[in-house]
């Protein structure tokens, strides 16, 4: 016979099931009763709970986990403004390919359709932010939404899901079975008249290259394009999401990262290239009017989901497959065919002009850092396994641009949605991932208050993360494009902050460095102290106009 559950305690044992380690989230009174049963579980297998300071910040970290680990994370609130404050959140992992589940507290059954204390239309305000909104009715449904919210999340485009939950709905009985563990539903390599085609388009190519995009960055994709690498030797330019997909190894097939503005060596490759191989590449990232604007490239997009097509992007081939098999199956054709591509040895001067930056800089005014100082030391003293996670702000472009990171999903970027306060919430949990290295976070003054409060988050958790700011008392990324638009700036400056009082307020460790020598020595410090620290770093943006400007030949804004 079943054995009877209540709805809170059947949706534990379904979290339990697909493997779900944490639950973040902010309490209330209508979701009370699954924080309970969590906390008190008496099942090691049940995920933990972790309280957070905002709920948007829950949903970031619950975000962060899909990144990380391809399995969706978990973000519960209580209803009214708890639904609400997830909408951020949800939002960006949809747009950017995160699997996520939010479970959101709501009034009574029979108080929905009243004007009552936090009663609002939860499931029909998520359905225009997630891939699916659904609202359960009676505690039985409760295992089969969640599971389906699961898979949801997690099928190519993978991205947030939503499950309202009434109150009485998680204090009700069940008499039904928990779903059981489900099997991820697998894709197929290309067909091999799809890979004769790629082989075909390659041989007859002068000037091929690889845009690798976000759905490139997975620990498997990236393995395969760096086995087809080997013995396929064609440059590659990533997105600022497919970070870290060439290694160390592989360097001299790295023509940089695409985003923003249209004037890197990357843009340039992409402009001059007669074929573009788009592996995992998301349109939300880079549109395809922007780097493929004069139409001259044959294109062939290799993608877990059909490409969107515009204007500016129509693959001449198109292949919906599993990525990893199909780049693995194209490069064993190349092998046992005995082809050969060596395209590379051509591109030296592209090579030497990347690795010489496309940019002059002036010096930084007194008391103050360049940007580009802030990442070569950042570059010199992290770790090539140190997981970065990157806000939002001028710096992230700076980071971007010049910071090489060589293992996938190791530089983490919001670049679909580019929200400010992403940047602590995934550090927080890449260090619950990770505990055995410390995590750098990398915020501007203006994004890391967006969610600074989850500091003595991690202070409580003890966790190990050094949260570097770029600190200039403005929101600069939109200042310096103000000011190159209309010649001068609004409504884009902030109050000073002493960023390292304000760490160890919350228990934390705090620096000030204003040289390069100075942040390479904080960060030593730093990356060896235990639980959170924070170093503050004056910056000088002086050169922020370059980002924006053309910075090589034929290259268009």
Same mark, same amino acid.
């Given at each position: 016979?079943? =054995?009877?559950?209540?709805?809170?305690?059947? $949706?534990?044992?379904?979290?339990?099931?697909?493997?779900?380690?944490?639950?973040?989230?902010?309490?209330?009174?209508?979701?009370?009763?699954?924080?309970?049963?969590?906390?008190?579980?008496?099942?090691?297998?049940?995920?933990?709970?972790?309280?957070?300071?905002?709920?948007?910040?829950?949903?970031?970290?619950?975000?962060?986990?899909?990144?990380?680990?391809?399995?969706?994370?978990?973000?519960?609130?209580?209803?009214?403004?708890?639904?609400?404050?997830?909408?951020?959140?949800?939002?960006?992992?949809?747009?950017?390919?995160?699997?996520?589940?939010?479970?959101?507290?709501?009034?009574?059954?029979?108080? #929905?359709?009243?004007?009552?204390?936090?009663?609002?239309?939860?499931?029909?305000?998520?359905?225009?932010?997630?891939?699916?909104?659904?609202? *359960?009715?009676?505690?039985?449904? $409760?295992?089969?939404?969640?599971?389906?919210?699961?898979?949801?999340? #997690?099928?190519?485009?993978?991205?947030?899901?939503?499950?309202?939950?009434?109150?009485?709905?998680?204090?009700?009985?069940?008499?039904? &079975?928990?779903?059981?563990?489900?099997?991820?539903?697998?894709?197929? +390599?290309?067909?091999?008249?799809?890979?004769?085609?790629?082989?075909?388009?390659?041989?007859?190519?002068?000037?091929?290259?690889?845009?690798?995009?976000?759905?490139?960055?997975?620990?498997?994709?990236?393995?395969?394009?760096?086995?087809?690498?080997?013995?396929?030797?064609?440059?590659?330019?990533?997105?600022?999401?497919?970070?870290?997909?060439?290694?160390?190894?592989?360097?001299?097939?790295?023509?940089?990262?695409?985003?923003?503005?249209?004037?890197?060596?990357? &843009?340039?490759?992409?402009?001059?290239?007669?074929?573009?191989?788009?592996?995992?590449? !998301?349109?939300?990232? %880079?549109?395809?009017?922007?780097?493929?604007?004069?139409?001259?490239?044959? #294109?062939?997009?290799?993608?877990?989901?059909?490409?969107?097509?515009?204007?500016? %992007?129509?693959?001449?081939?198109?292949?919906?497959?599993?990525?990893?098999?199909?780049?693995?199956? $194209?490069?064993?054709?190349?092998?046992?065919?005995?082809?050969?591509?060596?395209?590379?040895?051509?591109?030296?001067?592209?090579?030497?002009?990347?690795?010489?930056?496309?940019?002059?800089?002036?010096?930084?005014?007194?008391?103050?850092?360049?940007? $580009?100082?802030?990442?070569?030391?950042?570059?010199?003293?992290?770790?090539? !396994?140190?997981?970065?996670?990157? &806000?939002?702000?001028?710096?992230?472009?700076?980071?971007?641009?010049?910071?090489?990171?060589?293992?996938?999903?190791?530089?983490?970027?919001?670049?679909?949605?580019?929200?400010?306060?992403?940047?602590?919430?995934?550090?927080?949990?890449?260090?619950?991932?990770?505990?055995?290295?410390?995590?750098?976070?990398?915020?501007?003054?203006?994004?890391?208050?967006?969610?600074? +409060?989850?500091?003595?988050?991690?202070?409580?958790?003890?966790?190990?993360? *050094?949260? #570097?700011?770029?600190?200039?008392?403005?929101?600069?990324?939109?200042?310096?494009?103000?000011?190159?638009? %209309?010649?001068?700036?609004?409504?884009?400056?902030?109050?000073?902050?002493?960023?390292?009082?304000?760490?160890?307020?919350?228990?934390?460790?705090?620096?000030?460095?204003?040289? =390069?020598?100075?942040?390479?020595?904080?960060?030593?410090?730093?990356?060896?102290?235990?639980?959170?620290?924070?170093?503050?770093?004056?910056?000088?943006?002086?050169?922020?106009?370059?980002?924006?400007?053309?910075?090589?030949?034929?290259?268009?804004?």
């Amino acid at each position: 016979m079943t =054995k009877k559950l209540t709805g809170s305690q059947a $949706l534990i044992q379904s979290m339990i099931n697909q493997g779900i380690k944490y639950v973040f989230g902010v309490p209330g009174a209508k979701v009370d009763q699954l924080f309970e049963d969590l906390k008190y579980s008496t099942d090691p297998k049940a995920p933990k709970l972790i309280i957070t300071r905002h709920e948007q910040d829950a949903a970031f970290m619950a975000a962060g986990v899909g990144r990380l680990t391809g399995k969706p994370g978990v973000a519960a609130t209580t209803s009214g403004p708890g639904v609400s404050n997830l909408i951020t959140g949800l939002l960006t992992a949809t747009s950017e390919a995160d699997p996520v589940i939010a479970i959101g507290g709501q009034v009574p059954r029979d108080d #929905v359709a009243r004007l009552t204390h936090q009663s609002i239309p939860s499931q029909a305000i998520m359905a225009n932010v997630t891939k699916s909104s659904v609202e *359960v009715q009676d505690s039985n449904n $409760l295992s089969e939404a969640f599971t389906n919210a699961y898979q949801t999340s #997690v099928a190519p485009k993978a991205g947030a899901t939503f499950v309202s939950v009434p109150g009485d709905v998680l204090a009700g009985e069940t008499d039904r &079975d928990v779903i059981g563990t489900v099997k991820p539903a697998k894709q197929s +390599a290309a067909d091999d008249e799809t890979i004769n085609k790629v082989i075909n388009k390659l041989k007859s190519a002068s000037h091929p290259v690889i845009l690798a995009g976000m759905r490139a960055s997975t620990p498997a994709n990236a393995a395969a394009i760096q086995a087809l690498l080997k013995v396929a030797s064609i440059p590659v330019v990533e997105t600022f999401q497919g970070a870290g997909i060439i290694s160390k190894e592989l360097e001299s097939h790295y023509f940089g990262r695409v985003g923003l503005f249209r004037n890197q060596i990357g &843009d340039n490759l992409l402009r001059d290239s007669d074929l573009v191989i788009t592996i995992g590449y !998301d349109p939300v990232e %880079y549109e395809g009017r922007i780097w493929n604007a004069e139409h001259t490239s044959e #294109v062939i997009s290799i993608d877990e989901v059909a490409p969107e097509i515009s204007a500016d %992007y129509q693959p001449d081939v198109t292949a919906v497959v599993d990525i990893a098999k199909t780049i693995t199956k $194209l490069a064993d054709t190349i092998k046992a065919t005995q082809l050969q591509f060596d395209f590379i040895k051509d591109l030296d001067n592209l090579r030497q002009k990347l690795n010489e930056r496309t940019i002059e800089t002036t010096p930084a005014r007194e008391s103050l850092v360049h940007p $580009l100082d802030v990442v070569d030391a950042l570059q010199e003293e992290i770790a090539s !396994d140190t997981t970065v996670t990157v &806000d939002v702000g001028s710096f992230y472009i700076w980071m971007a641009r010049y910071f090489r990171s060589y293992q996938p999903r190791h530089l983490l970027f919001s670049n679909g949605m580019q929200t400010l306060g992403v940047s602590l919430p995934w550090a927080i949990v890449a260090a619950l991932e990770d505990s055995s290295k410390p995590v750098v976070s990398v915020s501007g003054d203006g994004g890391f208050l967006f969610s600074g +409060a989850e500091l003595e988050t991690a202070v409580r958790l003890n966790l190990n993360i *050094v949260q #570097v700011i770029f600190n200039d008392g403005y929101y600069d990324m939109v200042k310096f494009q103000e000011v190159a638009k %209309y010649g001068k700036d609004a409504g884009v400056t902030l109050g000073p902050v002493d960023f390292a009082a304000y760490a160890k307020s919350f228990g934390a460790h705090g620096h000030t460095a204003t040289t =390069k020598a100075e942040i390479k020595e904080a960060m030593q410090q730093a990356l060896t102290e235990d639980g959170p620290s924070v170093i503050d770093i004056p910056v000088d943006y002086s050169d922020n106009i370059k980002l924006k400007s053309a910075l090589l030949d034929d290259i268009l804004n």
